[in-house]
């Protein structure tokens, strides 16, 4: 645990006023506060520590404890005992943003010091909306591909979600109130959920489209023919037209991948022919190959 | 086949008495688009969906001191953050496509 300088956090000098310490927290709160930086974990960290130093700095009683033990913070305790005596009240007020701020948002060197949360302060109800939780969860492109349900476990409590097919690899949904708990009656925070769509099939997506690649044999390729290929709806016949080049491709329509939250749509199938020459030849073959080539096309 | 969706709504007075904030900010906020009051038989609800949206509004504008104008201004640049880490996702998916490919 590491002694904080919150004059420094705040970019203050030991001699600023109520109102210097006023003015330089909301500065920097503005530039760090969670609601003008979403999802970014430095931003929330500096704010916590703002907050953290703007709650000791604008409170004249704690100002005063951490100015006389702040280096010395291991002796807080003592001090704590010997003011138990001394029953003094304050009369601070709210001065704490509560956009992000919960009780467990305190550094190990607060606790210390001050013995616990925000809340030690004085005689204020203040309401803290909860931390905000992050979590990631690992699918297959087939579990994406259908709508349903999944139970996690986000601090021993058991969440059944809805995961509506079509979700992206690296998209975060958000389930509001199941985040950390809010304090004094505090809203809770949100549970974010970002997800990571693993992808072991020969298929590929790219948004709602899919990609595959199909073999043809030669003889097809040039007669016309029928074959299947192998699709997430499972297996589906395909006409090839005769003369049909290597590298050609053809869309099937409404063959690829759900759209997201849109019931009943999906994307589209791209299959990319890949003509096959036919190898180990007989004798036989390869005259008639040769006869082939000779002709006039 | 039309579907009928229950949209709850809360009183415009009545989140404000619970929030202490003053009923124009929020009128202002409708003013300037930024968040939409359904008027039932003259008095202003809120639809659940924007509360928490409201939330914010209040903070930055009650805790951190900013006016309307830059409320407007950042809830722009914060959609248009939005429109942008979609697009990110979306290019990185594309080439881990390629990259798979090589």
Not at chain 1, 23 to 42: C, G
Not at chain 2, 20 to 43: A, D, H, K, P, Y
């Amino acid at each position: 645990m590491n002694f904080l300088d919150y004059y420094k956090i705040l970019g203050i000098d030991k001699t600023a006023t109520p109102k210097d310490i006023k003015s330089a927290y909301r500065k920097l709160a503005r530039k760090y506060h969670p609601d003008l930086n979403p999802n970014d974990k430095d931003a929330k960290r500096n704010f916590q520590q703002i907050n953290e130093a703007n709650e000791v700095l604008s409170d004249p009683e704690k100002r005063k404890k951490y100015d006389q033990y702040g280096n010395d913070w291991k002796h807080a305790e003592e001090f704590e005992k010997a003011k138990q005596y001394q029953q003094q009240s304050s009369d601070y007020q709210r001065s704490g943003y509560s956009g992000a701020q919960s009780e467990g948002d305190f550094s190990e060197f607060f606790e210390s010091l001050f013995g616990g949360s925000a809340g030690s302060g004085g005689n204020r109800q203040v309401k803290y909306r909860g931390n905000d939780f992050n979590a990631e969860l690992h699918l297959d492109l087939l579990d994406a591909y259908k709508t349903h349900s999944q139970t996690l476990t986000v601090n021993r409590k058991n969440i059944r979600i809805t995961i509506p097919a079509g979700i992206e690899n690296g998209q975060t949904i958000k389930i509001p109130g199941h985040g950390g708990p809010g304090v004094n009656g505090g809203p809770n925070g949100d549970l974010y959920i970002t997800f990571s769509v693993a992808n072991h099939s020969d298929i590929k997506r790219l948004g709602n489209d899919l990609y595959t690649r199909a073999d043809l044999d030669l003889y097809k390729a040039v007669l016309g023919g029928e074959i299947t290929i192998d699709t997430l709806k499972g297996k589906v016949k395909l006409k090839v037209k005769p003369e049909t080049q290597n590298g050609s491709r053809i869309k099937l329509k409404g063959m690829g991948f759900p759209v997201y939250k849109n019931e009943g749509h999906y994307g589209d199938l791209y299959v990319t022919y890949t003509i096959k020459i036919p190898s180990n030849l007989t004798d036989k073959q390869k005259e008639l190959f040769k006869e082939l080539s000779e002709s006039e096309f | 086949m039309r579907t009928m969706q229950t949209e709850y709504l809360i009183a415009v007075d009545e989140f404000c008495a619970n929030n202490n904030i003053e009923i124009s900010f929020i009128s202002s906020l409708e003013q300037n688009g930024l968040i939409e009051v359904i008027t039932i038989q003259e008095t202003g609800f809120i639809g659940a969906g924007q509360l928490q949206q409201l939330e914010k509004f209040i903070r930055l504008y009650y805790e951190l001191d900013i006016n309307l104008e830059g409320i407007e201004t950042i809830t722009h640049l914060l959609r248009r953050i939005d429109l942008m880490q979609d697009e990110i996702i979306l290019l990185k998916n594309r080439l881990r496509l390629y990259e798979t490919e090589l």
